[in-house]
């Protein structure tokens, strides 16, 4: 205990000495804890903070803050998917279940989220389906879930980031839209949607959705904007098989009275390669779809909560007291996390995944992804997940220190009022000094 306490208050009292060089702060935090400095900070002050920094060497917490508050998540949420989704699929994902019955194919979803998604240029389920010389029948799966998770804003129907679950997407449910004024050339992506675009004047260029069918309003604007652009689309078993007919170029048949038992599996992407986009890119759906896909194969059913509370029971069941986990994104405000829980689960994926896949996969600062543009520096030392709705700006992950040792941290910020470009501000001081200090 007497090592413990020294070693904490060298870090601080280290990190005292070196914030007065860089901070251009007017507080004066040279000598004040670091709980102190997070308490007065100007920053930080006006919004709800937790600090838990994790020594994996020596097994022992350097410092934590509110550490065992719970917090809103956001996508910090998606490192409880990833480790659940890696758990349940090793290698790599099912695409499609089928059978065979009287000389016609029938076959079903597993939630793969990858059918015809453009980031995944192999696709074996729709290679399989082309070189198929049987009729294709599809059968739709019994899809507990709503298309929207619970807790999600219901005003974000048309927005890249909240596409509709379902039994089998394709084109990661979505429409691209690109309009290039220079050419004039205005594309849609799957084509069957040109006909139901509206084009209309107005003082901006932007793209719309009605709320309850797969009516687009493009609005032309006086300045002719170009336009790269992703709309989710209603989804419906209709809509599937046609964008999937057109896809294969031979008719899909909706239904089948009698189908046979589809035991079968077609294999889709690595689950590593899935893994990815959902860190880098901080994919919602992906997230969504890995735990409908988790409770396809444990429990035969699409529903997501019986993912989650697998894992909760069998993955990590010491931190059942610690999160309140109720979807695969951190979309919902409902999941509430605190940062010991992050701390204990991130310790789980060091001493399981070799680091070149956790440098792979997790977002690094100053290089890739949702850190891209923040922490830089000229040897990389985080490499960690962003969380950010309203208010709301988490950073969970692995810290390197000069001495390229690796410390496991969650910083969470809840409620603030500041800019969230002066959160991270403030949040990097931090990091840095502990990076250059420890």
């Known amino acids: 205990m007497i090592l413990k306490a020294i070693l904490r208050y060298s870090l601080m009292f280290l990190f005292f000495l070196s914030i007065s060089g860089c901070i251009s702060s007017r507080l004066k935090v040279e000598r004040q804890p670091l709980n102190k400095f997070l308490e007065d900070s100007e920053t930080f002050r006006y919004s709800f903070t937790g600090f838990s920094l994790y020594d994996p060497v020596k097994k022992e917490y350097v410092f934590e803050h509110n550490s065992e508050k719970f917090f809103t998540p956001a996508s910090n949420t998606k490192i409880f998917t990833l480790y659940t989704t890696k758990s349940i699929f090793p290698d790599s994902i099912p695409g499609m279940l089928y059978g065979m ?12 989220p990858t059918l015809l998604d453009a980031d995944f240029p192999a696709q074996p389920v729709v290679r399989f389906l082309e070189q198929s010389k049987h009729p294709l029948v599809y059968v739709e799966r019994d899809f507990y879930d709503e298309r929207f998770g619970p807790g999600w804003s219901w005003d ?3 927005y890249y980031f909240s596409p509709e ?5 394709i084109f990661a449910n979505l429409v691209h839209f690109n309009f290039f004024p220079e050419d004039r050339i205005f594309s849609v992506n799957p084509p069957r949607f040109t006909r139901s675009v509206m084009h209309i004047r107005d003082t901006v260029s932007r793209i719309s959705r009605y709320e309850n069918e797969n009516l687009f309003s493009f609005h032309h604007g006086r300045l002719m904007d170009t ?5 989710p689309f209603q989804y419906s078993t209709e ?5 999937l007919s057109d896809t294969l170029k031979k008719p899909v048949i909706s239904g089948g009275l009698n189908p046979p038992e589809m035991l079968n599996i077609v294999y889709s992407q690595p689950t590593d390669s899935l893994m990815k986009k959902l860190m880098i890119s901080s994919d919602n759906f992906i997230a969504e779809q890995s735990l409908l896909m988790g409770a396809g194969v444990l429990f035969d059913s699409l529903r997501s909560e019986l993912c989650i509370l697998y894992a909760l029971e069998h993955l990590f069941p010491e931190l059942k007291d610690q999160v309140d986990w109720v979807d695969g994104s951190g ?3 409902y999941n509430k996390f605190t940062p010991n829980a992050m701390v204990t689960l991130l ?4 001493e399981e995944y070799p680091r070149e896949l956790i440098r792979d996969i997790f977002p690094t600062g100053g290089i890739s992804g949702t850190l891209k543009n923040n922490f830089r520096a000229e040897v990389p030392y985080i490499i960690a997940k962003t969380g950010s709705l309203s208010n709301v700006y988490n950073l969970s992950g692995f810290l390197l220190t000069k001495k390229g040792e690796w410390l496991i941290f969650s910083f969470m910020n809840n409620n603030f009022e500041a ?6 501000s403030e949040m990097e001081k931090v990091l840095w000094n502990i990076h250059t200090k420890y």
Not at 419 to 424: A, C, L, S, Y
């Open 347 to 350: 310790s789980k994926i060091l």
């Open 101 to 112: 019955h009287n000389d016609t194919l029938y076959f079903t979803g597993t939630g793969d």
């Open 156 to 158: 974000d129907y048309m």
């Open 331 to 333: 979309l919902s405000i």
């Open 227 to 231: 336009i790269d652009h992703y709309v």
């Open 165 to 169: 679950k379902s039994s089998m997407p």
């Open 419 to 424: 800019p969230v470009g002066q959160i991270k």
């Open 239 to 243: 809509i599937f098989v046609r964008l």
